[in-house]
């Protein structure tokens, strides 16, 4: 569905029946229904059914029985929940999801081009509070945009 890329960030608060509200430029974006699930560096993925489906093609095409295609799968698919938001743009974090991102009241939620992260606030500041240029020049040569 995504037609676009997602890019900004957003601070919102979890509501009494943990839920957050999913800024209105990236719902439009997502379609219907979409996939959250553990992200790297301690975030939640949101990911739109066709770039679910990319990530399920591509760890499909490997070696079943290697441990870090295995590993990645039991992570992905384990923790994955499809999803919407309701009719007011919230969605409800599941207990395990918020549990493994550190999410207790204040969430920040990035677009980071072809999907959506959800950070606890604390989580967010101590990554943004150690990025430094060398990290950004290390890592731009290393996917060669540099």
Request: aromatic share 8%; glycine share 8%.
């Amino acid at each position: 569905m995504s037609s676009g890329i997602f890019s900004g960030g957003y601070s919102h608060n979890l509501d009494e029946k943990n839920r957050v509200i999913i800024p209105q430029k990236f719902r439009l974006k997502l379609g219907e229904k979409f996939i959250i699930t553990r992200g790297l560096n301690g975030c939640l993925w949101i990911l739109t059914d066709d770039m679910f489906r990319d990530l399920d093609q591509r760890l499909s095409t490997q070696p079943l029985l290697d441990e870090n295609v295995l590993f990645l799968q039991r992570v992905f698919y384990g923790y994955a929940v499809e999803t919407g938001t309701d009719p007011q743009g919230r969605v409800a974090l599941p207990a395990n999801l918020r549990e493994v991102a550190g999410i207790n009241k204040e969430v920040v939620i990035i677009g980071t081009g072809r999907m959506i992260e959800i950070w606890s606030k604390e989580r967010w500041e101590q990554f943004t509070a150690s990025i430094t240029d060398e990290d950004l020049s290390a890592s731009a040569k290393a996917v060669q945009l540099a």
